[in-house]
């Protein structure tokens, strides 16, 4: 099966080009000028027209969690049902977090996660591993899975006391660990013991609404944690720290900090905390809020009244000029779906019982292209926030994230000139009752998305099949080197 994309503009980290792309089998072969392989177009089993349009590596959204065990429910996506949304909207790789939690066994957590995925997704996908319970154990597991399982990242949380939360002597141990093996630490950086406690005194005054889920969490228990797990990650040896779902400017002061003095210290931030604040989602009146409950959580428009830092453009405008210096290397969608039936409707009249998550796969791609569209960052850095670096962060380039012989042809053609509604009955493909983007109306348009080479997505069809996606082993990050 050959495949030529011609006519269109190809976006890597360093330009715009107009290249046409050949690809044979699952993977591209070449590019070259416009025109350039006319002589093979007749030969070629599939031509793809992108006059007009966008070519860019597919999607990779490193951080995800289908199925996901959390507040006496399973996320609602499965494999099958999350990874078909992610190829809906241009992303062709999924690293998802496999769990284990404290007194169970990590390779039993991870065999649960390849029996989930295996055989049910559209698109490929990797596994980072949750060590909720950091014992000699876990330890020894983790070095095993850096070396053997193609799992070189470990999620801890500072967070959620008494269902994943290490304390900091767990902390350094599994940085050690990490730092011995070369892996990479992924921290949920919430000060999770001072959060119960607000959670606790304001449930004991009443305030049960979502929006409390908000100010039960304040951005400098976010940066507090942030610094700690900076701290520890230096002294376990500058093992390479990774600062997940970061939605706070004081806390991306901390990175910024960390960096300049050479540390090896990263952080992704996600859509949500990009457009969506707490006035408008969360502090809706009555329940509808806990749509939007997830942690860390959507932040006011304004920094809290007791942020430290610069002030002046709001948590979202230190974002984005983070994502803009490279103090935030990656955009991940932290996707953690529940509907509001059965699920978020566990927690009417307590804001603590609502599952933590937001649905947002199919829509990350998106999304940040909207960034572009308002001058917030160039087309070259959507893609390397979105598709390259986390290729590189995560061990999986260049057989991912960008488009160059030799590398997977995982390819999405992205239609600039079009607009695309996103609602429960227009663009949505998630397992869920609702969507968190309900109405925005945006620009452009995933146009087709193939992945290794297999047309996914053509003409508002999903045309893909379940299988179709592989386990990628992956190696260690190769930000470093
Ligand atoms: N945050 C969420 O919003 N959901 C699941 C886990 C997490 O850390
Ligand atoms: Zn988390
Ligand atoms: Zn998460």
């Not at 490193?62 to 499965?78: C, Q, R």
């Not at 559209?122 to 154990?137: K, R």
Request: a negative charge.
């Amino acid at each position: 099966m050959t495949t030529l994309i011609k006519n269109g503009k190809v976006i890597s980290t360093t330009g715009v080009i107009a290249q046409d792309v050949l690809i044979d089998g699952e993977a591209i072969v070449a590019l070259g000028a416009p025109g350039y392989f006319a002589g093979a177009e007749q030969g070629a089993d599939t031509v793809i027209d992108a006059a007009g349009k966008y070519v860019i590596p597919g999607g990779i959204d490193v951080h995800t969690h289908m199925e996901l065990p959390f507040g006496g429910t399973f996320a609602s996506d499965t494999f099958e049902t999350g990874s078909r949304a992610a190829a809906w909207g241009g992303t062709t790789t999924i690293v998802d977090m496999a769990v284990q939690r404290a007194g169970e066994n990590v390779f039993e957590g991870l065999a649960e996660w390849h029996r989930k995925a295996d055989g049910n997704c559209a698109i490929d996908y990797g596994f980072h591993q949750i060590i909720g319970g950091v014992d000699d154990e876990s330890l020894k597991a983790m070095k095993y899975l850096t070396e053997h399982e193609g799992i070189s990242s470990f999620k801890l949380f500072m967070a959620y006391p008494g269902v994943f939360y290490s304390d900091d002597g767990q902390i350094l141990r599994a940085m050690q660990t990490a730092a011995d093996c070369g892996a990479m630490i992924m921290m949920h950086a919430e000060n999770g013991i001072a959060i119960d406690v607000l959670v606790q005194q304001a449930l004991a005054r009443g305030e049960t609404d979502p929006r409390y889920h908000s100010y039960t969490r304040p951005s400098p228990l976010e940066a507090e944690a942030t610094h700690r797990a900076i701290v520890l990650s230096h002294v376990a040896g500058n093992v390479p720290l990774y600062i997940v779902h970061m939605s706070a400017g004081d806390a991306l002061n901390e990175v910024a900090a960390a960096r300049h003095h050479g540390r090896n210290v990263f952080a992704e931030t996600c859509p949500q905390y990009l457009w969506l604040t707490l006035e408008e989602t969360l502090g809706r009146p009555g329940f509808e809020g806990a749509k939007w409950v997830c942690s860390t959580p959507v932040r006011s428009k304004d920094h809290d009244p007791d942020y430290i830092g610069q002030m002046g453009h709001g948590h979202q405008g230190d974002l984005w000029k983070g994502l803009r210096m490279n103090e935030l290397a990656i955009v991940s969608t932290d996707h953690c779906p529940f509907c509001m039936k059965d699920q978020k409707e566990l927690g009417i009249g307590n804001f603590a019982a609502i599952p933590n998550g937001i649905g947002g796969v199919e829509h990350r791609m998106e999304l940040l292209y909207q960034g572009v569209v308002a001058g917030e960052m160039s087309l070259e850095r959507w893609v390397e926030t979105c598709c390259t670096t986390p290729a590189r962060m995560f061990g999986m380039y260049p057989k991912k994230g960008v488009i160059a012989p030799g590398s997977d042809a995982d390819v999405v053609v992205w239609d600039p000139n079009t607009k695309t509604k996103i609602g429960i009955n227009d663009k949505h493909h998630m397992n869920m009752d609702h969507s968190a983007w309900e109405g925005w109306v945006i620009d452009g348009k995933v146009d087709t998305v193939m992945s290794r080479g297999t047309v996914v997505i053509e003409a508002d069809q999903y045309v893909g099949r379940k299988g179709h996606g592989r386990y990628v082993p992956r190696g260690l990050s190769q930000y470093l080197v």
